[in-house]
């Protein structure tokens, strides 16, 4: 049923009104402005009077006398001085204006809805912060919070959004369990809902618990600044790393903590497995990862187990080898690349023998990237195949020094379909999407200090290079351009960063030729 208009006399009425209480606030902010002189002497004026009043009330009523005779003494030489009078005013109105000056309130400590949230946290804290046998325990029922609480902030809620705790050197704190005990509490007493971070210090005995804001989700596809070797992965915490990207976020340009991926023959984590949840985003950062190798010159192979057609976008690409999503593409595509990896090995090391530098066709980055491996797993069982799996060998143990990176995807719940090889070459390992702190620590090698953020945005997890700190992560959104769900701001950044159709012919697909040694 289609609306009808308002009389126009109801909505104009409506409109006057607005604009008389428009009028209204407006000439109220004037007034309070040109008031505001008049305002603050009056409250100095009040002020002098009660200070006035409560001096005459604490002075003997033997000396009320000769303090009147002085006060009026004074007030006769001021009347008698020339201009006294008027400099009396002014001096007056002086103080008056000084007294009455509004000083910013000065937060000394916490109030009462905050004290009881401390005080509820050291009681809950009690049973594992204590033992019988200590005769001055720090953690005590009905004890003081003051002596192992420090350095606390809140938010609107009487919530803290940050505490220092020093704990008895007795509590086990090396032990992941009693600490992650501690965590529980200290996450469920102080409000469910936000992202803790924990940060212990055994040396110390303390522990600071600090809420984390969420990590930005802006950050779309473009081109980094990054040198020739170096991936962002994602987005972290300021403080979590010392590299920072320049990046296009909205309308401004702003300083990104990134985290940086170095790959070629001097890193330590030269292939990646990127772990997570169906939907979380692993095609997505794949695709990111094969948009930062194009832009620094690298050759790609793609292989899609899930076979959704995500990486259409890059088929016939200047730089893509091929898009690989049957079972003997795959085949096909994986084998070429071993024996490329070979070629490359041999070929630098003859160029070595021969006292000259390796050849430029040996030095240009290949990257693997191999989607769900678990699917073409299967399917190679079924036909009693090879798993395209095993065809990673030689990339994974070699490809660091033969400029070849391998990127895996799986899901969590096939993630143990992974060889033994994938596993123990991909040093750097990213899990998005929810999962529990042991999920993580599978993939990871420990759990992030951090707890679960209450919303998972796609592209949100965790990474960790190598032995370094589990790093939050928000990878950029780098959808596919020919999902129809993409905006069109995404959909123009990913159109825009992908290399022109290549008229040449891709040496992957063609079968692989023995190497003539
Ligand atoms: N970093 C990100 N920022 C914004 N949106 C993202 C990000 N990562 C993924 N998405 C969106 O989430 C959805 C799923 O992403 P993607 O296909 O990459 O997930 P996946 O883990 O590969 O899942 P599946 O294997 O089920 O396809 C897509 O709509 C994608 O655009």
Request: charged fraction near 25%; aromatic fraction near 6%; charge should be neutral.
């Amino acid at each position: 049923m289609a609306r009808r208009p308002l009389p126009r006399i109801l909505s104009s009425g409506s409109e006057r009104i607005a604009r008389g209480r428009e009028v209204a606030r407006s000439a109220a902010d004037s007034a309070t402005d040109v008031l505001h002189p008049l305002i603050t002497v009056s409250r100095g004026l009040r002020k002098l009077v009660a200070a006035g009043r409560a001096k005459w009330a604490a002075t003997p009523k033997d000396r009320r006398g000769p303090t009147l005779f002085l006060a009026a003494a004074g007030v006769l030489v001021v009347v008698l001085v020339p201009y006294g009078p008027l400099l009396a005013l002014i001096g007056v109105m002086a103080v008056a204006a000084w007294q009455g000056r509004e000083r910013p309130v000065v937060k000394t400590g916490p109030d009462e809805a905050e004290t009881e949230r401390l005080k509820g946290l050291y009681e809950a804290l009690v049973p594992y912060f204590s033992v019988p046998e200590d005769p001055s325990p720090l953690f005590a029922h009905g004890g003081d919070w003051s002596g192992a609480f420090s350095d606390f902030t809140f938010d609107g809620d009487a919530r803290p959004t940050r505490l220092r705790i020093v704990y008895p050197a007795y509590f086990p704190d090396g032990e992941p369990a009693a600490r992650a005990r501690v965590e529980q509490v200290l996450h469920a007493k102080s409000g469910r809902g936000r992202e803790y971070l924990f940060d212990w210090d055994e040396e110390g005995n303390q522990l600071v618990m600090s809420v984390l804001p969420a990590l930005p989700t802006t950050v779309a596809a473009q081109r980094f600044v990054t040198v020739p070797g170096e991936t962002v992965l994602g987005f972290t915490d300021p403080e979590a790393v010392q590299r920072t990207v320049p990046v296009r976020d909205g309308d401004a340009t702003r300083d990104a903590p990134a985290v940086v991926w170095r790959t070629g023959a001097r890193s330590t984590e030269p292939h990646l497995l990127a772990v997570g949840q169906p939907g979380s985003g692993t095609s997505t950062l794949l695709r990111s990862i094969a948009l930062q190798a194009l832009q620094h010159d690298g050759d790609v192979l793609i292989v899609d187990g899930g076979g959704t057609g995500e990486y259409a976008c890059l088929v016939g690409r200047a730089g893509v080898l091929a898009v690989e999503c049957g079972l003997n593409g795959a085949l096909t595509g994986l084998e070429w690349a071993a024996r490329e990896t070979e070629r490359r090995l041999v070929a630098a090391q003859r160029a070595r023998g021969a006292g000259l530098a390796p050849p430029e066709d040996t030095r240009r980055p290949l990257w693997i990237l191999l989607d769900r491996p678990s699917v073409l797993g299967d399917l190679a069982a079924i036909d009693a195949r090879q798993d395209p799996q095993d065809l990673l060998k030689v990339p994974l143990r070699h490809g660091r020094s033969a400029q070849v990176t391998v990127v895996v995807a799986e899901q969590f719940d096939t993630v143990d379909r992974l060889g033994e090889t994938v596993r123990t070459h991909t040093r750097a390992r990213v899990a998005l999407g929810p999962a529990s702190p042991d999920w993580l620590a599978a993939v990871l090698g420990t759990a992030p200090r951090t707890t679960p953020p209450p919303h998972v945005p796609p592209g949100r997890g965790y990474a960790r290079l190598g032995t370094g700190p589990v790093l939050r992560l928000q990878v950029p959104a780098t959808p596919d351009p020919y999902d129809e769900t993409t905006s069109e701001a995404h959909r123009r950044a990913v159109l825009g960063l992908l290399p022109e159709h290549d008229t040449q012919e891709s040496p992957a697909p063609t079968p692989p030729q023995p190497l003539a040694h």
